[in-house]
Nanobody
Framework: QVQLVESGGGSVQSGGSLIISCSAT????????MGWFRQIPESEREGVAI????????YAASVKGRFTISQDAANKTTLYLRMNNLEPDDSAMYFC??????????????????????WGKGTLVTISS
C-alpha cells in the first residue's frame, strides 16, 4: 500500500509559476513510476508528467517545456511538479499517482492513467487570466 498526499496548489495569474508536491508513504520501495495527472470537472483525467524509477521522464505535449517533474534525490518519496508560464487551461485538480508493477514505461501510463495503482486526493490549481 502506498499513501500519497499532494500539496502546494493555489491560485496564480496567467504567466506565473507554481510548484506542487506529492509525499509518498507506505510501501514506497516498490514503485516503478510516479507521476502527475490532472482533471477538470466532467472531463477525463489526463497525464501531465511522469517519473520512472530509473530517472526517465515523460511529459504531455501541452506542458512540455513549461513543466518540470522532479524527485527528492535523498529519499525518492517526494515528487515535485514545477509549473512555469501557466495558462488558464492549466487550471485543474492535480493528482499524484504511483504504479508499482514492472514492465511498462511511464510514458505508457501517462496516456493510460486508469492503470496507475495508487492515487492521492489532489490539489487544486487555478490560473486566472
Amino acid at each position: 500500500q502506498v499513501q500519497l498526499v499532494e500539496s502546494g496548489g493555489g491560485s496564480v495569474q496567467s504567466g506565473g509559476s507554481l510548484i506542487i508536491s506529492c509525499s509518498a508513504t507506505g510501501d514506497t520501495d516498490s514503485y516503478y513510476s510516479m507521476g502527475w495527472f490532472r482533471q477538470i470537472p466532467e472531463s477525463e483525467r489526463e497525464g501531465v508528467a511522469i517519473f520512472d524509477r530509473d530517472g526517465r521522464t515523460a511529459y504531455a505535449a501541452s506542458v512540455k517545456g513549461r513543466f518540470t517533474i522532479s524527485q527528492d534525490a535523498a529519499n525518492k518519496t517526494t515528487l515535485y511538479l514545477r509549473m512555469n508560464n501557466l495558462e488558464p487551461d492549466d487550471s485543474a485538480m492535480y493528482f499524484c499517482a504511483v504504479q508499482n508493477k514492472p514492465g511498462l514505461r511511464g510514458a505508457y501510463y501517462l496516456k493510460n492513467p486508469d492503470q496507475m495503482n495508487y492515487w492521492g486526493k489532489g490539489t487544486l490549481v487555478t490560473i486566472s487570466s
